[in-house]
């Protein structure tokens, strides 16, 4: 089983993230970002990992250091359950519609942080939610699960939907990465013979 549990604490934000890459797509969120939790659960179920966050942040400011700080979080605990990465797929990639929209999400568990994010969204605000924080949600993300993502939503009229392909695609490309391969077992899917760094 690949599951750890991780707590960050700072001024800002105290978050706890428990992670399970072999689960069966349960999520429980406590963060007090009702459309955020949302998306969170469509990464959940549909890259069927289990996937808990307790976050109490500084919501009496705005949302950003909250949803910035549980990518963060996220991010160190899919670094820390994915492990060596030895016996994995390593890449992942999906497409997803959602009605007129589709998004695109491609991933390296390259050990290189680096994020291609390109989504116009057709409203900033979703609901009480701002847009702009997802882009500090998935920065916050790769730079400490140290992956390679790349998201395109390619179409979209609606930026609810626009935002919900976006992260089932995440959810799907993620599990596709993470995914063992028989064929790779006990190897490092890389030529230089490591993933980290």
Known sequence: MRQI??????LETQITVTLNLDGTGVSKFDTGVPFFEHMLDQVAR??????????VGDLHIDAHHTVEDV????????AQAVGDKKGIRRYG????????ALS???????????????????????GGFDVDLFGEFFRGFINHAA??????NLKGQ????????VFKALGRALRMAVERDERMAGITPSTKGTLVG
């Open 71 to 78: 990518g963060i979080t996220l991010g160190q605990a899919f």
């Open 5 to 10: 549990t991780v707590s960050r604490n700072t």
């Open 93 to 100: 990639h999906s497409y997803v519609p959602l009605d007129e």
């Open 158 to 165: 609606n930026a609810h939907h626009q935002a919900e392909t």
């Open 104 to 126: 695109r999400v491609v991933v390296d568990l390259s050990g290189r942080p680096c994020l291609e994010y390109n989504v116009n969204y057709t409203r900033a605000m979703i």
């Open 46 to 55: 549909h890259g069927l990992f289990d996937i808990e966050i307790k976050a």
């Open 147 to 152: 992956i390679s993502l790349h998201i395109d």
